[in-house]
């Protein structure tokens, strides 16, 4: 909205990403679909040692139960000792991120957060977390691909089994992982 009335944003992705830090950790990029336009979105996480009894954790734009449930698999799959910390995670630009394949994301910001280490800012995530760890496929992978490609990214972190058949685009280096141990390896 401008003083003219509404004005269109001829790129989201591009704006949503404008002033994102560069080695800072506890930040990953991942590619959503609304609607059947893929849109870039950062990732933020702050991870801290709590010291309350009970340690908070809030989540904004990605679902709380989701937020806790990616914690609770970053713990027992991931091997990191999150349950006497502070946990926070935020969605730049105010977006909601409904749909699984941004949890890879998160849990990367989280662990990046955690160890205190940044993700390669050349780097995005796509790809939906189980319970057992393991990284599970995404729908319109192939679009989100060409999407952060679009944008500058060399790297994208993918499950390693896709439906279909996928193109890469050229320049974009595709890290394949079965499970978040393997993500987080390649990773951190």
Known sequence: MEDGGLAEVPNPSESLLAGRPEDAPGTCVTCVMEGVRPVLAEVQALVVPSSLGNPRRVSNGVDYNRAMLLLAVLEKRGGLMLSGCDAYVNVIGGLS???PAADLAAMIAFASSFRDRPVPSDLAAIGEIGL??????????????SEVRRLGFT????????????????GLDVIR???IREALAALL
């Open 97 to 99: 991120l409904e749909e």
């Open 132 to 145: 057992t760890g393991e990284l599970r496929a995404v729908s319109a992978l192939g679009q989100r691909l």
């Open 155 to 170: 790297k994208c972190l993918i499950p390693k089994r896709v439906q279909g058949k996928l193109s890469v685009p050229e």
């Open 177 to 179: 992982v079965a499970n």
